[in-house]
Structure formats: structure tokens, C-alpha cells
């Protein structure tokens, strides 16, 4: 039987510097699993047009969610601006798997 997790999810939409754009998606790319206290790091992802770069991660607090997006993410030299979405699963979306 899968275990589904269901802590929040956070999608943080970011804008970086484009003078320091391969360096600072270099220093996204690099934080560790659990960069900061309650927090599951999944991934970053490339995106296009107004946002250049997104970060999809879990917590189970949202105060420990708002100081990783300030006190990492937004530390990170060339980020300019970082704008958190959260998300909900939506129920009955997992299917069990024999």
C-alpha cells in the first residue's frame, strides 16, 4: 500500500537577477533536502515569462515555511522577488496501488 504524504505543499515562484541568473539557479539547485527546520525540499524547476524559477517544497508549518522562503531562499544572492502559492492535495486524487 502507498503512503500518501499530506503535508502542505508550497510552490514558491521566483525572479532573479539576470546578471546573476546561472549562479543563483546553481544555489537553488544546491540546498539540501531539509534546508531549514520542518521543511522536505522536492525541487526546483525551470520556468518561463514573468517568473524564472520555481521551488516545490513541503511543510508542516507555515511559520516554518515563511522563514525559509525569508531566511534562505530570499538570502540567496540574485533573488529579486519570491512569491509563495500554497497548494492543497485534492481529495481522493491518490489511488492506491496493489
Do not use: C
Amino acid at each position: 500500500m502507498e503512503v500518501i504524504d499530506l503535508m502542505p505543499e508550497y510552490l514558491v515562484l521566483l525572479k532573479l537577477d539576470k546578471a546573476k541568473l546561472l549562479e543563483t539557479v546553481d544555489s537553488l539547485r544546491n540546498l539540501p533536502r531539509n534546508p531549514s527546520s520542518g521543511v522536505n525540499l522536492d525541487y526546483t524547476m525551470n520556468i518561463f515569462g514573468t517568473w524564472h524559477l520555481a521551488v516545490w517544497f513541503k511543510s508542516d508549518k507555515s511559520a516554518e515555511a515563511i522563514d525559509f522562503i525569508n531566511e534562505k531562499i530570499g538570502q540567496i544572492p540574485g533573488v529579486v522577488e519570491a512569491f509563495p502559492v500554497a497548494t492543497f492535495p485534492h481529495k481522493g486524487s491518490h489511488k492506491e496501488h496493489e
